[in-house]
C-alpha cells in the first residue's frame, strides 16, 4: 500500500467517523459510492438496506454528538488487495449499540470509496 493510500483510505474512513458521530448524511454520503447498500443480519435473514435509506434515517434520528454521548471508535484492520480496492475493519457506537463495520472500498476517479458496508450490532445494557 502507497503511502498516499493509506492516507487517502485514513481521510475516507476519519470523514465516515465524522459523519456517524455528528449525523451528518451529507458527510456520509461522500465517502459512499451512490450504488452502494449496507448489509446486516436480522432474525436469521440477511438483509441489504439501501443507501438511501440509510441516509434517510440518519438525517432522522438524534446524533450521538447532540445527545451528549461517547465517542470512541477506530481502525481495527486495512486489507489493501489491490490499487483499487481495500477492506477496513472498524468498530463505532452509538450506545447502548456497539458497531463493528466491514466497509469495502473501491478506488474510483482517484477517490476511495465505500463500495459496501457490511456490519453486525451488539446491544449492551
Not at 477496513?88 to 459496501?116: E, H, M, S
Amino acid at each position: 500500500m502507497s503511502t498516499d493510500d493509506r492516507a487517502a483510505i485514513a481521510q475516507t474512513i476519519q470523514t465516515y467517523f465524522d459523519g456517524l458521530y455528528e449525523g451528518d448524511a451529507d458527510k456520509l454520503a461522500s465517502v459512499f459510492h451512490p450504488g452502494s447498500a449496507l448489509t446486516y443480519e436480522h432474525k436469521g435473514a440477511v438483509v441489504a438496506w439501501p443507501l438511501a435509506d440509510w441516509l434517510k434515517a440518519v438525517r432522522e434520528r438524534p446524533s450521538p454528538q447532540a445527545q451528549g454521548l461517547a465517542r470512541d471508535d477506530a481502525i481495527l484492520l486495512v486489507d489493501q488487495s489491490s490499487a483499487i480496492t481495500a477492506l477496513v475493519k472498524v468498530k463505532c457506537q452509538i450506545p447502548p449499540r456497539y458497531f463493528t463495520d466491514y466497509l469495502n472500498l473501491i478506488k474510483t476517479g482517484g477517490q476511495w470509496k465505500v463500495a459496501q458496508k457490511v456490519f453486525a450490532t451488539e446491544v449492551r445494557p
